[in-house]
């Protein structure tokens, strides 16, 4: 994968699940629906969130970049993946390959980061209310998305070409169903100890930094919410904060656990399913959990479709 590999390596093998031939066909179905519902979720509240006025505020506007972004990190690789469950063809190009790492490692740092911003978010909302509007002004909106979409693509720039030049003699079987970088890590036949380094001392700066700056600023949130002495405030503080928390808490766990230790053994077997989860249950479950118990999507849902039937019948 260095420079005299990549000039000979034209394709690579995506072993992914290829061991366990009776649960292919089992996940391809499942992934094909989750993928399917997961476009339909994340499009709606892209919609939703654009074309009702009462939900153009910074809390949607961010909404709405996570799920443009959860569908471009599901789409960079679940294609790839039901292609090859649906048949004996495992193979993915080099090309390919060089594309989906960058999507995928780009994608993951961007999401770190826009966790992040939304955390700043709702701590400006709850802990500093009356100047929320002035505080979270357009611009400033535009510039922390603008920020996370850069510096997670240029975390990717610096690591991406890193990985693909670890020299692997010629072996192009990737033992996981993408092109991840653990798993080309692991096919490198020299010593990784650096990189692996590299690797860490980057996902300080890009994944466990934003969750320090998320777990300070729910700190703060949580003693402003004791201050409040209205049950109901409290209930609405918690639902919005709470399904935050959720998407933090499902996407932190696999990426700690997979990007902490990127060239184990174990975190290689164990990783395909890890994997699995954050590229496609948790961008499932980020529209379920942001629309279920929110009142002002549900209603402004219910706006437009209603409002679709009344304009039919007209």
């Keep these: 994968m260095d420079g005299t590999n990549g000039s000979t390596q034209s394709h690579f093998i995506l072993l992914g699940f290829s061991d366990r031939p009776h649960l292919e066909r089992v996940l391809f179905v499942v992934i094909l629906v989750a993928y399917l519902l997961t476009l339909v979720g994340n499009s709606t509240i892209i919609l939703v969130s ?10 949607y506007f961010f909404l709405t970049h996570l799920s443009f972004l959860d569908l471009s990190f599901t789409t960079s690789s679940i294609p790839q993946l039901l292609h090859n469950l649906s048949g004996r063809d495992k193979t993915i190009s080099y090309v390919g390959c060089v594309v989906q790492l960058f ?27 009356l100047h929320y509007m002035t505080i979270m002004h357009p611009q400033l909106c535009l510039g922390l998305v603008s920020v996370a979409w850069s510096c997670g693509m240029a975390n990717s720039l610096v690591m991406s070409p890193v990985t693909l030049r670890l020299p692997c003699s010629g072996h192009n079987k990737v033992d996981h169903f993408l092109c991840e970088m653990p798993a080309l890590i692991y096919m490198a036949c020299v010593n990784t100890a650096a990189i692996e380094g590299t690797v860490f001392v980057l996902a300080v700066g890009i994944v466990l930094s934003p969750l320090v700056f998320i777990l300070v600023s729910y700190g703060h949130i949580v003693r402003a919410v004791f201050r409040i002495q209205s049950s109901s405030g409290r209930h609405r503080i918690f639902n919005t904060c709470g399904s935050h928390l959720t998407v933090v808490s499902l996407f932190y766990g ?27 249950v948790t961008p499932l479950l980020n529209p379920l959990i942001y629309t279920l118990r929110n009142k002002e999507v549900n209603g402004a849902l219910r706006r437009l479709l209603l409002g679709n039937r009344k304009g039919g019948k007209e």
């Design 50 to 59: 654009r074309l009702e006025s009462r939900l153009h505020t910074p809390m």
């Design 103 to 129: 999507l995928f490692l780009g994608l993951g740092g961007v999401e770190c980061l826009l966790l992040a911003v939304m955390a700043y978010d709702r701590f400006v909302a709850v802990c500093k209310p």
């Design 254 to 280: 696999n990426i700690i656990y997979m990007y902490m230790q990127p060239g184990s053994r174990s975190s290689q077997d164990q990783g395909k399913f890890f994997t699995l989860f954050y590229n496609i």
